[in-house]
């Protein structure tokens, strides 16, 4: 079994395996809608490698963090659509 | 306070990208003794394709190349990339660390290439994500088990992704490739005369039967609805409604041509960089290998790193390896041939759809405009995070008018990088 961390995303706390990446974590916790587009449509990861910037969230007060290319890491404080 | 100056390192040969074909380069290159630089965006080696498995010592081309490669001289910046060109034979690379300047006497380029996204109503929404992008993400941690995926695009891609999710515990139910059944049984015939190639696709085959692929079928629109995502297949000439967790498309494959443009290589059509029998690109200190001079797969990247890795450093090109990167070629235009995308399934989107994600561009909006200064001044169309690695392609596709210019830097990097100044 994986390492079990824990993060905090919008406030709420959700676990992941350890070594997973953030845009993952987040799906598996049930999150589709990552951010909206500048006229406010909901967007979510397209291209998985770090390409697209779909997937940017702000993680512990830094924004535009791309959650496809960053682990997850425990007491990360996530916040999407920020 | 003066910022310290951005330091200088200078090497024979620089290779830009640790894929196969960049791998391939540096090991080659460093066998005449040649003093050699590997500079890569990723924190490991092998690109797209060794990268991932590297849990386990890996057997065949990946694990003999990767073996070869921990055992060469080479100086390896993983977690760097290439921003900048500032001069000829000049290099801005930036990583974890800082900046710093990189003088070679012969590039290799080595990018790769990425996914081909197609926009097409409802293309936007959150879960339609890219068939290489559901599988990077599966490699990352995405848990698929029980989710209902579709798969549509076209290339080799498809299946190979039908496979990986399939093993991960997806529910593939359906794939839409959109070339014909003819094209496909021709290319299939083609393969009869490479054993490799053949078992390649058997394999897969026997791992994904339970689905088959459709030929001759496209994704023509999506939305929300409340069992997941509507997703409407047009096949022949019925068309199908379907609801499924993930729609996941791959139209095939673009070159990471970004570097290449930026230090002045000729591309052709397609944005593949030309070259010739050695490898060597139109600027005679440049050398270009694997999926940025044409999409055909990891022999070709291997065979042609070798040709650049020896022609760099002087040393006599193998003839058995120009043989062999002829067929490669050849191969790679057998697939170009066979999954060239059909005109339905490039003129999918309507006035409304979104072709610019970052900024939401509209086809609309796109229409009359005459060259990309009006496209930039009227729309912001390719001006967003992504600068056009998404939407450039698209407007290159559709015919509109041209891809935004090159510009460093061609990766995201800190403002301190932009502001090094060399020393001279
Ligand atoms: C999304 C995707 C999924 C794929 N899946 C499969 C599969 O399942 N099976 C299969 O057989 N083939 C697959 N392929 C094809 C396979 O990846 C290629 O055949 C092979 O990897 C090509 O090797 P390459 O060395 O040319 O490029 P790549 O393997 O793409 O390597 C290029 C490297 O260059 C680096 N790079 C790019 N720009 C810069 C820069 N400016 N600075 C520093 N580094 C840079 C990249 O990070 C990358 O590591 C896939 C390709 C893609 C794009
Ligand atoms: S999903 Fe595209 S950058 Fe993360």
Redesign the interface.
Known sequence: MAEKISLLVNGGKITADAGVSLAAALMNAGFVRFGTSVMAEPRGPLCGMGICMACRVQVNGQRGIRSCQTPVREGMEVVLDA | MPEPSTPVESCDVLVAGGGPAGIAAACTAAASGAAVILVDDNSAPGGQIWRSRRKHPQKGLAGDWLAKFSAVTVRRLFGHRVVAAPQPRLLLVEGPDGAVFIRCGKLILATGA??L?LPFPGW???????A???????K????VRGKRVILAGSGPLLPAVAAHLKHAGADVAFIAEQASAAKLLRFGFGLLGRSGKLRQAFTLWRRIRPWRITPGSWPVCVEKSESGLKVVIQSGVARHTLYADYLACGFGLVPNNELAILVGCAVGSGGFVQVNHENAASVDWVYAVGELTGIGGVEKGVVEGQIAGSAATKQAVDRVLLRQRAAAVKFAAALADTFALRAEVRNLADAQT?IC????VRLAALSGLQDARELKLQTRCGM???QA??CGPILQLLGLPGQPSVRPPIQPCRLKTLAAQIKE
Do not use: H, K, M
């Open positions: 990425r996914e996204f936007t929404l959150p879960n339609v994500v890219g290489g992008a559901i599988q990077a993400l599966t990352s941690g995405l848990d979104v994600r970052c900024e939401d967003g995070p992504c690695r998404i």
